[in-house]
């Protein structure tokens, strides 16, 4: 059975459209992956909840593991680049959270 990973990430409204930018970037990297089944990014829209959610499924822990291990990842993580003018970019994250899961039950749309 498949396994879920919740990164909640705390990002400031003003470095919203940002965080879209950045991880719209790096998803054509992350759908070769091995184990890779889907990714998400979720914006909050209600006052309860303010955090982001960037939701991964991976056919397995050790598919997950693996991608944490490797360069792909290492590249996606290893700080902000530099943008187009050399300046240098700064995270937009204030804090962040790992929720783990394993898929119970499911469905899809016929």
């Known amino acids: 059975m498949s396994v879920v990973k919740i990164n909640a990430l705390e ?3 003003q470095a919203g459209d940002e965080v ?8 054509e990297a992350l759908a070769v992956v091995p184990g890779f089944e889907g990714f998400e990014l979720l914006r909050p ?4 909840e303010q955090r982001w959610f960037v ?9 997950f593991q693996a991608w944490r291990s490797s360069d792909t990842f290492a590249a ?3 700080g902000p680049p530099a943008s187009a003018d050399g ?9 962040s ?3 783990e899961f394993e898929v119970a039950a499911s469905a899809d749309p016929a």
């Not at 879209?20 to 998803?27: I, N």
């Not at 939701?55 to 598919?63: G, K, Q, T």
Request: charged share 25%; proline share 8%.
């Open 76 to 78: 996606g993580h290893a």
């Open 97 to 99: 959270a790992l929720l």
């Open 11 to 13: 990002i400031p409204p």
């Open 20 to 27: 879209v930018r950045r991880f719209s970037s790096r998803l």
């Open 45 to 48: 829209t209600g006052q309860t």
């Open 87 to 95: 300046a240098e970019r700064t995270p937009v994250a204030t804090g």
């Open 55 to 63: 939701y991964s499924r991976w056919a397995s822990e050790e598919d």
